[in-house]
Structures are given as C-alpha cells and as structure tokens.
C-alpha cells in the first residue's frame, strides 16, 4: 500500500523536483583535502527498500508528423511506477500515466492506467495487459475513451493487440455552411434554399494489432521491426480498415527512436517518427542498462 501512496506523491512531486536550481560547488578552505566523490542518477532508487529490481523512471517523449486521426505532432510527459513485485521479481504491477500536448492547438490529453506482467521462466517470455483511461481536446470538442491491450513479449519475437472504446458523448457537430440556390426546406424555424452541410467530429471505437521480431542487436542497440492491421469505425463516418508498419531503436538505456508508416482509405498514408528520452533509464532496472536485453527485463 505504502507503494501505492508513493505514487501518488512522485506523480504531484516530480515535475517540481525536477526543475529545482542546482547548487555552486562548495569550495573548501586552503590546506584541506578534498575528497572526489562521483555519483550515478541511475542510482537514486537502487537501494531503496520501496522498489525491488524494477524502478520509477520518467521521460519526455515527442511525435513529428501525422498518424491515424491526428494532424500534426504530439508531445508527452510520461512516469511509470511498480506497485507491487514478486520476490523473484518474475512478475510486476505498474502505474503509468501521461500527459500529452497537441501541436496542432496546445489543447491537453492524458492517459491513466495500470498494468501487469508476467516472466514465464519455461518459455523465456513475458506476457502481460494493461488498461488506460484516456482523455483528448481536440480545440473544438472533448472525448474520452478506455483503452487496454495485451501482450507477449520475447527474446525474438514480440506481439500485441489493442482495443479502444469511447466513453460518454461520442460525436459533437463542431460548424455548419450553407450553399444557396436549389429547393427550399424548413431546417428547424428556418427555411433554407440549397445544401446545409453539418460537420462533426467522433470519437472511434476500434482495434489494432501487430507482430514483429529483433532484426539487430549490438553492445548499445537494439532495433525491432513490425507489422500489423487496425480498424476503426464511428457513427456517421466511413470504417477504416488499414495496415501499419514500423521500427523502432534504443540507442542506449535512455533514447529510443520510433518511425511508422500507416495507411487506409479514411486516413490516406501518414508517416510519423518518435524521439524518445527517459530517466534514469529505459528498462528501469536496478543495475542499469544491459546490452541484448531479455524478455523478462522488457
């Protein structure tokens, strides 16, 4: 439970801690040895009796160009936290959550969740599932949505599916032109010559999956490439059904790169490319990073 509560407290805490001024070097008087001591941020939660072998990490992670039902790029402010661990830290249950700004109007987004993995020592592969509550302001209306998915996880190969839900009110007219001539018609208390045309926007409901496998491997990187389908529909708007693609990289223990290319008949072609960063790491492991990382440590 004391878990739990320290969550909480990082998740309100962090984002001030982490803007505090640093301090000038105390310079010792003449005559006095001073003593070089070097330190590693990686380990501010080794030691801690809080954590086991996974830890908090958080990152800041940004998304230039278009993708399925957003124009423009996405910035997110991200914190995960184990909860609870195994004694043999095969499985975890973790916070997560994000905030998330929208290029296209600075209007806010968030998602809430939580999840669960497992380590399945006989199969060398983790399995696990997650569900979020996400919110999205689009400038001209306001949607949320439960989200959740699960996935399999392993040295090679990796797989996972995704569905969406919209919550609440699902469509909102957001304008509204008019086009004179033709026949006349009472809309309303008003009557109108020619085409009325109303538009909306709609929250989707829909599914997404994709499979992929380690194509490199190296003392600093690993690359992953994947493929997959999606499909969404709302009232009132053409389903789309699509493919994607992508690849992503961590270039070390704290950058990951991430670029996808989508397409459907709704959506046309959209590419996108992720820049990510977390602190004091990726994986959130008590022993700092490790080149050719397991399932297990995923």
């Not at 979020?132 to 400038?139: C, F, N």
């Not at 949607?143 to 699902?170: C, K, M």
């Not at 499979?211 to 600093?220: F, L, N, W």
């Not at 959130?284 to 490790?290: I, M, N, P, V, Y």
Request: contains cysteine; glycine residues 12%.
């Amino acid at each position: 439970m004391k878990r739990i509560y320290l969550a909480l407290l990082i998740s309100f805490c962090a984002p001030y801690s982490l803007l505090a001024d640093t301090l000038d070097p105390i310079v010792e008087p003449s005559g006095i040895q001073q003593e070089n001591i070097n330190g590693d941020v990686s380990e501010l939660f080794g030691d801690s009796a809080w954590f086991g072998r996974y830890r908090p990490h958080f990152g800041y992670r940004y998304e230039a160009g278009d993708t399925i039902g957003r124009i423009g790029g996405l910035s997110s402010f991200d914190g995960f936290i184990p909860l609870f661990e195994g004694e043999d830290s095969n499985w975890l249950t973790f916070f997560d959550a994000r905030l998330l700004l929208d290029d296209q109007n600075n209007n806010l987004g968030s998602n809430i969740g939580f999840g669960a993995r497992q380590y399945l020592p006989e199969q060398g592969r983790t399995i696990g599932g997650y569900i979020y509550y996400d919110t999205r302001d689009t400038g001209a209306a306001n949607f949320d949505q439960v989200s959740g998915g699960i996935e399999t996880l392993g040295d090679l190969w990796d797989a996972r599916l995704n569905w969406y839900v919209p919550t609440g009110q699902t469509r909102d007219q957001i304008g509204t032109s008019h086009i004179g001539g033709g026949s006349y018609q009472f809309i309303g208390h008003y009557l109108y010559g020619g085409t009325l045309t109303r538009y909306y926007q709609a929250a989707m409901t829909g599914v997404d999956m994709e499979a992929g496998r380690k194509i490199y491997s190296g003392t600093r990187t690993d690359i992953r490439a994947f493929a997959g389908w999606y499909h969404f529909q709302a009232t009132g708007s053409p389903q789309a059904w699509g493919w994607k693609s992508r690849v992503e990289s961590r270039i070390s223990d704290v950058v990951s790169l991430n670029l996808s290319v989508q397409n459907d008949r709704v959506f046309d072609t959209t590419v996108n490319f992720a820049v990510g960063i977390q602190w004091p790491s990726i994986t959130g492991l008590r022993d700092g990073f490790k080149a050719d990382i397991p399932a297990r440590d995923r």
